[in-house]
């Protein structure tokens, strides 16, 4: 699987070359082909469903903003929010085995969530720092 941000190199350069770039969601074009291709799939193949995609309206028109260094660290602290919340379904489910050695491992996990929990404060506070005073109200 490839990195989830690889297009961004060519998206800025199209960006900076005033050629509009509009991303198309990889699940989309494949539940695509799983209907349309009946052959081989192959490059072409796949330049066709993602340009009859696009003729279609498909994708989220990006600007030089989407890939703002601040617009990074608020999806991180969003992810670190997610993994914080998955930690602690991992110890509630922990506390509900019947074993001894169960609290050497949920206390470890606590460790984790109270690390992610920190982290996740610091960029928000990070970003409330940098956000412009008249968006916060927003």
């Not at 690889?6 to 960006?15: D, G, K, S």
């Not at 914080?84 to 991992?90: A, F, P, T, Y």
């Not at 404060?121 to 412009?132: E, I």
Request: glycine letters at 4%.
């Amino acid at each position: 699987m490839g990195h989830p941000y690889f297009h961004r190199n060519l998206a800025l350069t199209c960006i900076s070359q005033n050629i509009p770039f509009h991303l198309i969601n990889p699940n989309t074009t494949k539940q695509f082909v799983k209907v349309t291709v009946r052959d081989r799939k192959t490059d072409m193949s796949d330049a066709l469903i993602i340009a009859k995609l696009a003729l279609h309206g498909e994708g989220r028109y990006m600007q030089k903003e989407d890939f703002s260094f601040n617009k990074s660290i608020s999806r991180t602290a969003s992810k670190l929010s997610e993994m914080e919340r998955s930690v602690g379904r991992m110890i509630s489910r922990l506390n509900t085995v019947e074993d001894e050695e169960k609290y050497v491992v949920s206390d470890e996990l606590k460790i984790c969530r109270q690390t992610l929990e920190i982290g996740m404060k610091k960029l928000r506070k990070y970003l409330h720092k940098k956000t412009d005073k008249t968006l916060r109200k927003l």
